[in-house]
């Protein structure tokens, strides 16, 4: 005798549906036997066909109607079996779930109509289970996130509520992992905060959740394109004739793209792809201060300049030199200098159109570099190299730093007082305009990439995700909670209360709250 086994599996919020064909075989008969007309609606129910002369079968399912939830409400199927030839026609309808469970459906076979009704136990003697799938412990999120809470319960969720820091913050409604509440970090303070859910089921018992403690970040990430996945390595602002800021943030590593950098014309708080008619490199951008017009430089890799006068379009300019640049600073309205591999230094004194190779006095590599006002510079480098320049980069002179340590970014708070930083976390100081350096003070120990200071603040991005902020010239700095693990590799201060830090995989962050 042999019977054939149709079970049917269905997931809500999925479009597909699997049968599973489970065939037991007794004995070799050559014919199944008959199975009688009253008994065949008796051999469906929702979820399998069970004929007992199906060994083998076609089965064709038509007119299908789902619940919003996924489930099927009714559907027709035809069944050709074999061997015996039969064939069985029919419907599934009517079918209810109570209490999530399946109570109730109505089967026609061959013109035969069934009822069938299931027992439920409606008795609820316990409350929900409730578990927090977002966010998870210690998490650190920044901007609007979606609170998820998984129920479980039998009987039907009456209401899902939300309470940070004990107080009630709204009431969750289903979503495709669990009960959801759009929450707007930036209206609470930064720093550490607790969650914990309450779910109320139809008969009134309330189930809570553990307390997870989460962290408050004021640096939201920026959604962006990424079909480009590559590091953004510089970012530079200058304001048109309406003062707007316009923000152009580049890709690197010293190969061309097309898009090789994004744009911004809202202070930086959307991004998108800037296409190019010819391939260009950058690993650092500059724009002069108080152009309206937006006179810009950008340098890169085999000694590659690039200027421009809004930004859109970026012109060549001739090579002078293969060595790498990493970066580019202006000063007053016309001078540039821009650094590079092997102690290489070029100047500009008219806005980047023309180079000089100017005597750097080192063969170390130099990666930051820093123009006070039209004349006064420093630039900075491998072995705790510090280089001065009081002519426009003309002529350097050596500085003493007292440190071995490579560094990556230096910065002038104002006339007398400057800070560099680099590897393992090292912050330099001076307060006689860069002349004389003494170490700082900082609890970080990943490298740091870049210092920047305007509006009485002062941010130093680096490995790891991490972001320091001063606001006493660089004596104290403070560790921000960053909501990502991504290199950082350069920032603009737009603002008191407005920077754009920009890293690797077009990683963009915003704060507006001035990184406290």
């Not at 316009?246 to 959307?270: E, H, K, L, Q």
């Not at 159109?353 to 130099?366: A, E, H, I, K, M």
């Not at 004349?375 to 500085?399: C, K, P």
């Not at 790891?464 to 960053?482: E, F, M, P």
Request: hydrophobic share 35%.
């Amino acid at each position: 005798m042999g019977k054939m086994l149709i079970f049917l599996q269905q997931r809500a919020g999925f479009a597909f549906i699997v049968f599973t064909v489970c065939i037991t075989l007794s004995g070799c008969d050559k014919e199944s036997p008959t199975v009688s007309n009253e008994k065949l609606c008796s051999y469906v129910t929702p979820t399998r066909y069970s004929f007992p002369n199906c060994a083998q079968g076609d089965l064709t399912e038509t007119n299908i109607v789902y619940n919003q939830d996924g489930t099927r409400q009714s559907w027709d199927f035809t069944l050709h079996c074999s061997p015996s030839g039969s064939t069985y026609v029919g419907r599934v309808y009517d079918i209810v779930h109570t209490y999530g469970m399946l109570s109730s459906y109505s089967v026609e076979v061959n013109g035969q109509v069934c009822t069938t009704k299931i027992p439920i136990d409606t008795a609820d003697t316990e409350a929900p289970k409730v578990k927090i799938m977002y966010p998870d412990s210690n998490r650190i999120v920044a901007g609007t996130v979606e609170l998820c809470a998984e129920i479980t319960e039998r009987f039907g969720v009456k209401k899902v509520e939300f309470f940070i820091d004990n107080v009630l913050v709204g009431t969750g409604t289903p979503g495709t992992w669990g009960y959801v509440l759009p929450w707007n970090s930036e209206k609470t303070t930064t720093g550490p905060h607790t969650l914990f859910v309450f779910a109320t089921d139809n008969s009134g018992y309330v189930g809570v959740s553990e307390t997870i403690p989460f962290t408050v970040s004021s640096w939201v990430p920026l959604t962006v394109d990424i079909a480009i996945d590559r590091p953004l390595t510089g970012v530079s602002f200058y304001y048109d004739f309406f003062n707007a800021p316009i923000g152009y943030a580049v890709r690197s590593t010293f190969m061309t793209y097309y898009d090789p950098f994004m744009r911004s014309t809202d202070s930086g708080s959307t991004w998108s792809n800037q296409s190019s008619s010819s391939q260009l490199s950058f690993q650092a951008v500059q724009f002069f201060k108080d152009s309206h017009i937006g006179y810009g430089i950008g340098v890169g890799g085999d000694g590659k300049i690039y200027v421009t006068d809004g930004g859109e379009m970026w012109s060549f300019r001739t090579r002078i030199t293969y060595d790498d640049l990493f970066d580019v600073s202006t000063g007053g309205i016309q001078n540039a200098i821009t650094v590079g591999e092997n102690g290489t230094i070029l100047s500009s004194t008219n806005k980047g159109y023309d180079w000089v190779l100017r005597t750097s006095g080192t063969t170390n590599t130099l990666r930051g570099v820093q123009m006070f006002n039209s004349d006064i510079a420093l630039a900075v480098g491998q072995n705790g190299t510090i280089l001065r320049t009081t002519n426009a980069g003309t002529t350097w002179s050596n500085q003493v730093s007292g440190s071995t340590k490579f560094l990556y970014g230096v910065c002038y708070i104002d006339s007398l007082n400057a800070i560099a930083v680099g590897e393992l976390g090292t912050i330099l100081r001076s307060h006689d305009g860069g002349i004389t350096w003494s170490a700082g003070v900082s609890s970080n120990f990943n490298w740091l990439q870049v210092v920047r200071w305007n509006y009485g603040i002062g941010i130093a991005v680096g490995g790891a995700g991490t972001i320091l902020c001063s606001t006493d010239k660089g004596n104290t700095w403070k560790s921000q909670y960053v909501p990502t693990t991504q290199e950082l590799y350069d920032a603009f201060i737009l603002s008191s209360t407005r920077i754009v830090v920009v890293g690797e995989a077009n990683t963009i962050l915003l704060t507006k709250k001035g990184g406290h």
